[in-house]
């Protein structure tokens, strides 16, 4: 929040309704029927929890109120994979208003994903892809922390704080309007 965040899921809600709050503004999300609430967190001595995803389209939380895509901006998440799990989206913005709707290739963009390798990715795409990717795997059932940058500077992936992927002939995500 110290760092100025426009948007802040914690996924922490331990029970009950479809709400995921937004603890930096008013965009709260709704979560889709696809996540467990409950689990154990990533930080210790957070009495907060997580969701665990059933890998489902069900397994998506949408924020309530469209917005433009901003330019300069970090994505960051938390996660944390078992070894025999598949890739998926982490985080990404999209023009789908629900948790059961998929964007489409050409109408999301600004994704945080794991590949089926257990690496990370950073995707933007600007009429062709432009991918950031890091070099290890994270399929090892421990809590990581993955951000991501776009600025004047390009592309750059971290990975609990160190940087994995970078690319500086993509400096901006794509002209979008829709759901993070």
Same mark, same amino acid.
């Given at each position: 929040?110290?760092?100025?965040?426009?948007?802040?899921?914690?996924?922490?809600?331990?029970? #009950?309704?479809?709400?995921?709050?937004?603890?930096?503004?008013?965009?709260?999300?709704?979560?889709?029927?696809?996540? +467990?609430?409950?689990?154990?967190?990533?930080?210790? #001595?957070?009495?907060?929890?997580?969701? %665990?995803?059933?890998n489902s389209t069900q397994s998506r939380g949408v924020a309530s109120?469209?917005?433009?895509?901003?330019?300069?901006?970090?994505?960051?998440?938390?996660? !944390?994979?078992?070894?025999?799990?598949? #890739?998926?989206?982490?985080?990404?913005?999209?023009?789908?208003?629900?948790?059961?709707?998929?964007? #489409?290739?050409?109408?999301?963009?600004?994704?945080?994903?794991?590949?089926?390798?257990? %690496?990370?990715?950073?995707v933007l795409n600007v009429g062709q892809i432009r991918a950031v %990717?890091?070099? =290890?795997?994270?399929? =090892?059932?421990?809590?990581?922390?993955?951000?991501?940058? +776009?600025?004047?500077?390009?592309? !750059?992936?971290? +990975?609990?704080?160190?940087? +994995?992927?970078? %690319?500086?002939?993509?400096?901006?995500g794509r002209n979008l309007w829709g759901y993070w």
């Amino acid at each position: 929040m110290t760092d100025g965040a426009s948007h802040y899921w914690r996924l922490g809600e331990s029970a #009950g309704g479809s709400v995921i709050a937004d603890a930096a503004a008013i965009n709260d999300a709704t979560a889709g029927s696809g996540f +467990v609430r409950g689990e154990p967190g990533a930080i210790a #001595g957070d009495p907060d929890t997580a969701f %665990r995803s059933s890998n489902s389209t069900q397994s998506r939380g949408v924020a309530s109120t469209a917005m433009q895509a901003v330019y300069d901006y970090t994505i960051e998440t938390w996660f !944390k994979a078992p070894a025999n799990s598949s #890739g998926g989206h982490l985080v990404g913005f999209g023009t789908a208003g629900s948790p059961g709707s998929n964007s #489409g290739t050409n109408n999301r963009d600004r994704a945080i994903y794991m590949d089926n390798t257990g %690496r990370i990715q950073f995707v933007l795409n600007v009429g062709q892809i432009r991918a950031v %990717r890091s070099p =290890d795997a994270y399929r =090892d059932d421990q809590w990581h922390h993955a951000a991501a940058t +776009v600025s004047s500077e390009g592309m !750059k992936l971290y +990975v609990d704080g160190v940087l +994995v992927g970078s %690319r500086t002939d993509t400096t901006t995500g794509r002209n979008l309007w829709g759901y993070w």
